[in-house]
């Protein structure tokens, strides 16, 4: 399987390190010898279509900060039209920072990557909260395949067991947490009696938080998860612009020890339900099973026959973001001659 990977930050370095320390493995037990034929960061590109060296791929950009520097035929820009268009490969793999304004350049990407019936595996939930029903479309279109499950809970599998695990059971709605930062910051003010803004300046010390974590604390990282959990698993062709969101960036000390003396914390739910989509702080009883502390992610599926179906786990990192990206490569390749 020949890929071009467009983005070599957190995600697509992770990947890049996962390819190269389990090619061995990925032969042996799936027949999936990945082959990286360009690479395509901020700053330029590189390309080889006999298969790029990783290892040598993220040395250069450890040492450079791009990969423009790759040996042989490098680029001092990033053309990605040419590249997705003009380099040998059948999928590309999508992982620039996520845009909730107009989802570029990743919406560009995704559509032209189809357009030249290129499979297209992403982890960029900016495109697909603005514009999932005509993605989805082209793909059908075009017959090609466009994965995504790294957009929801990175390495936990919220998406796939959702379509794989619960067939035959009528999902009515879902609710719970869908996003590791806030949960870290209001777990911090309940735990620690922290205000916002030092629990806040926590997680961005620690890592958790971007240095604008606007996307995260606004709830816009949330409602793009929900939109893709209803277009993907209750077939609901909505955006991220019809949603009812509330951050958290207004809570105080207050509400959150009002919560904790009723039994209770607050938490940034997404819930989805036939009528609403909605994303803001409420109040889950402790011993709710979505009720989860630190960074940890929490889904419930409602279904008619069986009642809540809760999955946890952790729902952000370089490393688990990977993980569900090579998960969707493993299942277009077992489907598909490549």
Request: aromatic fraction near 4%.
């Amino acid at each position: 399987m020949r890929i071009v990977l467009i983005g070599f930050g957190t995600v697509g370095q992770s990947l890049a390190r996962i390819l190269t320390n389990d090619r061995d493995w990925l032969v042996k037990n799936y027949g999936f010898e990945p082959q990286v034929t360009a690479i395509a960061d901020s700053r330029g590109s590189c390309r080889d279509d006999n298969g790029l060296k990783l290892d040598l791929a993220l040395k250069v950009k450890e040492k450079y900060g791009s990969v423009q520097k790759y040996p042989g035929n490098s680029e001092r820009k990033t053309n990605t039209h040419q590249i997705i268009s003009g380099t040998e490969a059948e999928v590309v793999i999508e992982t620039t920072p996520s845009n909730f304004e107009n989802g570029e350049p990743g919406l560009s990407n995704i559509k032209e990557s189809l357009s030249a019936r290129r499979h297209v595996v992403t982890a960029n939930k900016g495109p697909l909260a603005l514009a999932m029903p005509a993605l989805l479309e082209l793909a059908n279109h075009t017959r090609m395949q466009l994965r995504f499950s790294a957009t929801v809970g990175a390495g936990t599998p919220f998406l796939n067991f959702a379509s794989k695990c619960l067939p035959g059971e009528k999902i009515l709605g879902i609710h719970g947490i869908l996003n590791g930062t806030t949960n870290y910051i209001l777990t911090r003010m309940d735990e620690a009696s922290l205000s916002y803004q030092k629990a806040l300046a926590e997680a961005q010390e620690k890592g958790y938080a971007e240095k604008n974590p606007d996307n995260d604390v606004k709830g816009l990282d949330t409602a793009a998860k929900i939109v893709i959990i209803a277009n993907w698993v209750l077939k609901r062709r909505i955006s991220i612009n019809e949603l009812e969101i509330t951050g958290i960036q207004n809570l105080g000390p207050k509400r959150i020890l009002t919560a904790k003396k009723s039994g209770a914390r607050i938490k940034l739910m997404g819930r989805l339900t036939d009528s609403r989509a909605t994303v803001k702080p409420e109040e889950v009883p402790a011993d709710n099973p979505v009720c989860v502390p630190g960074n940890l992610n929490a889904v419930a599926f409602s279904t008619e026959h069986i009642g809540d179906v809760t999955l946890i786990g952790r729902g952000a990192g370089g490393e688990e973001t990977a993980s569900a990206i090579i998960r969707d490569l493993v299942d277009i390749r077992s489907e598909y001659s490549i």
